[in-house]
């Protein structure tokens, strides 16, 4: 999806340049003929449509080495779905790779012709995948969110991603009306009660396939950048055992919910039951290999996506 940081004709001029040359397989020099510019300008037009993702690329030729070492995690963790992507040790992106690999398999649910319940959580590996989504026409679909779209401050919360969805897939959307965490249990028992809430936590128990991201914790850990917890609060849950998080549900390094006040505040829906469906787990990067860790050793997710390093470090440990 294009992030719209240039103006229309700059976008066409790019999109134009970026099909001649990753789909008709011109020569930066040819591009730069047709088009009646400079080479140079040519260049920068190509970069910019990659820039704007107005170019998508997927690898249709499967790696040996990754499809082993998905085969190996699915044996080890007795997990329904697994990826493996190639590594890049150049980049520190936490996204790149698994974000394109979730995207090619959310869109083969939703190509499904069977009606099906699709439920998404929140964060930026999922919103950078729903970003790759090519316009879809699925009306008998239905897509619902497991977790709030309200930010701490009342505004919309950026990386929920059920309305990014929404511009691509043309399907019902359910959002969940709440934000992620609330003040107490009680006024979670409260906003839990009411009729719109009770229905949108009903769907996503029944959802055939569920993508969520995996949380690391930590004071630099989503949950505190985004500001629905203090400092002091993730240090308190840190020394109390917690070691990742999914929808705002925390958990130890087995994977098991925490009994804790923290919990007890989590508006999100329950993670979908994995005996009755396919609850995919999106993440890589050394910051959440504990957690990642976790939510397989815990069945907290029974699909993961992840990359080649990532899954050396969860078959060795």
């Given amino acids: 999806m294009a992030k719209r940081s240039e103006t229309p004709a700059r976008l066409d001029d790019a999109a134009r340049a970026g099909w001649l040359y990753y789909v008709a397989g011109r020569t930066q020099d040819e591009i730069a003929a047709s088009m009646g510019i400079s080479r140079q300008s040519a260049q920068r037009l190509v970069s910019l449509a990659v820039a704007e993702r107005l170019i998508k690329v997927r690898l249709d030729h499967p790696i040996a080495a990754c499809l082993e070492l998905a085969e190996q995690l699915r044996r080890k963790f007795g997990l329904k779905h697994v990826e493996v992507v190639p590594s890049d040790p150049g980049s520190s992106s936490t996204t790149v790779g698994i974000a394109e690999a979730a995207a090619a398999e959310i869109e083969r649910w939703l190509k499904r012709p069977e009606p099906i319940v699709l439920a998404v959580g929140t964060g930026r590996t999922l919103k950078a995948a729903v970003d790759q989504l090519p316009v879809i026409e699925c009306p008998n679909h239905r897509i619902v969110s497991l977790t709030g779209n309200i930010a701490p ?53 029944q959802a055939d396939v569920t993508f969520v991201g995996i949380g690391e914790l930590g004071i630099d850990g989503p949950l505190c950048v985004d500001g629905f917890l203090e400092k002091d609060e993730m240090m308190e849950l840190m020394r109390g055992g917690a070691v990742g998080e999914i929808c705002g549900w925390i958990f130890d390094v087995d994977g098991r919910l925490l009994d804790n006040p923290i919990n007890e505040r ?35 997710i029974n699909g993961l996506i992840t990359d080649e390093d990532t899954a050396e470090f969860l078959l060795k440990n």
């Fill in 153 to 205: 401050d009342g505004s919309a919360a950026y990386y929920n991603v059920i309305f990014s969805m929404a511009d691509a897939v043309k399907a019902r959307h359910f959002p969940m009306p709440l934000p992620v965490l609330v003040t107490s249990a009680e006024e979670r028992e409260l906003l839990h009660g009411q009729q719109l809430v009770r229905s949108t936590l009903d769907m996503s128990a």
């Fill in 266 to 300: 989590v508006a999100s829906a329950p993670i979908p039951s994995r005996d009755a469906s396919m609850v995919v787990g999106l993440a890589k990067g050394k910051r959440k290999f504990k957690a990642i860790r976790a939510a397989v050793v815990g069945h907290q």
